[in-house]
T-cell receptor, first 115, second 112 residues
Framework: AQSVTQPDIHITVSEGASLELRCNYSYGATPYLFWYVQSPGQGLQLLLKYFSGDTLVQGIKGFEAEFKRSQSSFNLRKPSVHWSDAAEYFC?????????????FGAGTRLAVHP | DAGITQSPRHKVTETGTPVTLRCHQTENHRYMYWYRQDPGHGLRLIHYSYGVKDTDKGEVSDGYSVSRSKTEDFLLTLESATSSQTSVYFCAAGDASSREQYFGPGTRLTVT
């Protein structure tokens, strides 16, 4: 079955520290992978996506993610966190199923940033 | 946000009443989706549409119906709201080629 696991429900980091949010997926074919961010009271904004090619992808707001097929992972990283990065982060795998594009989401990781 | 709006943004309703949420997009996306977001579950697909008058069920469709009479509008109806349908509802839109979905700002629905 297709699934996405985000092992960390909550993460707290200090401003300026590095960040890594974990994402593991289960999908039978080559996955399309996404990271979305949701600020409080807001909708979801796409941070970055992986479809094919270079396994290290760059996104907006200084984020990057690395696709590792052998580990079924797509971890999100940022070298230096800003207070404005406090939000909830969702990893998703995109599948073409029954004639439509399906997004399967993880449960999310809530990031808190200490000043 | 790719031109996706939702209305209302907040609604409180009583158990047993009908509720309709509206999603409107301006980018002519073929596919539209309704999700609900609950703590610990991420987003779960309720229904989706692959064209005008073409809709199908997602993974949590019980108690919900949808309609799409125009490309730009996708309506979600709760025929008789229950407390278990208290949630935040997100609309999304996208196309076949990219598999990417663009999300609206959400509607917070409380059923008392």
């Amino acid at each position: 079955a297709q699934s996405v696991t985000q092992p960390d429900i909550h993460i707290t980091v200090s401003e300026g520290a590095s960040l890594e949010l974990r994402c593991n997926y289960s999908y039978g074919a080559t996955p399309y992978l996404f990271w979305y961010v949701q600020s409080p009271g807001q909708g979801l904004q796409l941070l970055l996506k992986y479809f094919s090619g270079d396994t290290l992808v760059q996104g907006i707001k200084g984020f990057e993610a690395e696709f590792k097929r052998s580990q079924s992972s797509f971890n999100l990283r940022k070298p230096s966190v800003h207070w404005s990065d406090a939000a909830e982060y969702f990893c998703a795998v995109g599948a073409r199923t029954g004639g439509y594009n399906k997004l399967i989401f993880g449960a999310g990781t809530r990031l808190a940033v200490h000043p | 946000d790719a031109g996706i709006t939702q209305s209302p943004r907040h609604k409180v309703t009583e158990t047993g009443t009908p509720v309709t949420l509206r999603c409107h997009q301006t980018e002519n996306h073929r596919y539209m989706y309704w999700y609900r977001q609950d703590p610990g579950h991420g987003l779960r697909l309720i229904h989706y549409s692959y064209g005008v008058k073409d809709t199908d069920k997602g993974e949590v469709s019980d108690g919900y119906s949808v309609s799409r009479s125009k490309t730009e509008d996708f309506l979600l109806t709760l025929e008789s709201a229950t407390s278990s349908q208290t949630s935040v509802y997100f609309c999304a839109a996208g196309d076949a080629s990219s598999r990417e979905q663009y999300f609206g700002p959400g509607t917070r629905l409380t059923v008392t």
